[in-house]
């Protein structure tokens, strides 16, 4: 059974770093792309980043770009979501997504989800 398990949220203050993991228990994890979403209350789910299946191509939401990088390790079966300098507008539940096809700036098509671990940043 394909399972993403996100861990790695929690509260920081504005300013701050988190790294997100994702866990991925995907047999053939190396063939999928990886992607980061993120929903706020009330909002609908964003795009935040996504890395190629070999990790050699990375996109970003314009929003998070430059404090935020993904990477990937497809020994371990993990993505990661590296974030600095957060604000409060990051405040959201992040989710990790994998898809057969690299998808950017839509959470259409993604084929597997994870449960979503929350960030909450403070001002």
């Known amino acids: 059974q394909v399972q993403l398990v996100e861990s790695g949220g929690g509260l920081v203050q504005a300013g701050g770093s988190l790294r997100l993991s994702c866990a991925a228990s995907?047999?053939?994890?190396?063939?999928?792309?990886m992607g980061w979403f993120r929903q706020a209350p009330g909002e609908e789910r964003e795009f935040v980043a996504a890395?190629?299946?070999?990790?050699?191509?990375?996109y970003y939401a314009d929003s998070v770009k430059g404090r935020f990088t993904i990477s990937r390790d497809n020994a371990q079966n993990t993505v990661t979501l590296q974030m600095s300098s957060l604000k409060p507008e990051d405040t959201a539940v992040y989710y990790c997504?994998?898809?057969?096809?690299?998808?950017?700036?839509?959470?259409?098509?993604?084929?597997?989800w994870g449960q979503g671990t929350q960030v909450t940043v403070s001002s």
């Open positions: 890395i190629s299946w070999s990790g050699g191509l990375t």
């Open positions: 997504a994998a898809s057969r096809a690299l998808r950017v700036g839509t959470a259409s098509g993604y084929d597997y």
């Open positions: 995907i047999p053939t994890f190396k063939l999928y792309s």
